[in-house]
């Protein structure tokens, strides 16, 4: 079990330095904070479980995965998901980036939230999803050593994670309730707006236009 911090590798490039500081300027702390954290978390399990994979392409999925709830990366019609996979693929397609690469950061983003499929893609997108996990949901806590998990901590502070984060995804998505028809991000809009009901999935192909 990894136990200390310095063992991890956080890539130091110009296109990383150009990412954290479009986060600085769009996003906040409680992104900016959360973003590290879960590179850092899907980084160590991708070195406990010996999973080779790109250190700087997995911190720029972490660095964008959240972007799609700020003001300057939400659309009025798509997830938030896509949104923020829209805004890295974006930044990327200005950088020397192939488009394997680019395809690859896209699809973490626009998959992080989404269990049964995130963590048998690729290893990036797998790591994405897991870092996220463990830093949202605590899965797979026990994985990660006390000494890593204050590490981590000290250094981006959650604070008030747990009820900030369900705030930021409320906020990020409650002009668009109907993007989170077939995904968990209705639990967020029904956190705060119980009576709210999406279409149901039995009724909408029971009244689809088809004979049988």
């Not at 079990?1 to 990383?16: A, N, R």
């Not at 200005?94 to 626009?110: C, E, G, K, Y």
């Amino acid at each position: 079990m990894i136990t200390e911090l310095d063992k991890i590798i956080v890539p130091e490039s110009k296109i990383i330095i150009e990412a954290q500081d479009l986060v600085h300027e769009h996003g906040n702390e409680l992104i900016w904070n959360h973003s590290n954290r879960v590179y850092l978390f899907g980084a160590v399990k991708g070195d406990q479980d010996k999973v080779k994979y790109d250190h700087e392409l997995l911190y720029i999925s972490a660095l964008f995965h959240d972007l799609g709830l700020t003001k300057q990366y939400s659309s009025d019609d798509l997830r938030f998901e896509v949104d923020g996979a829209n805004a890295a693929r974006q930044f990327l397609d200005i950088h020397n980036i192939t488009p394997d690469q680019m395809q690859l950061v896209w699809d973490a983003i626009a998959l992080h939230t989404t269990p049964g499929v995130a963590e048998h893609k690729e290893n990036e997108v797998a790591l994405l999803f897991h870092g996220v996990g463990m830093d949202v949901m605590g899965d797979n806590f026990d994985q990660f050593s006390e000494e890593i998990r204050k590490a981590v901590t000290q250094k981006f502070p959650r604070n008030n994670f747990k009820n900030d984060i369900i705030e930021a995804f409320y906020n990020g998505i409650k002009h668009k309730p109907e993007t989170t028809f077939g995904n968990m991000k209705e639990d967020f809009i029904k956190h705060f707006e119980p009576d709210y009901a999406n279409p149901n999935f039995c009724t909408c192909i029971v009244n689809s236009k088809w004979d049988s």
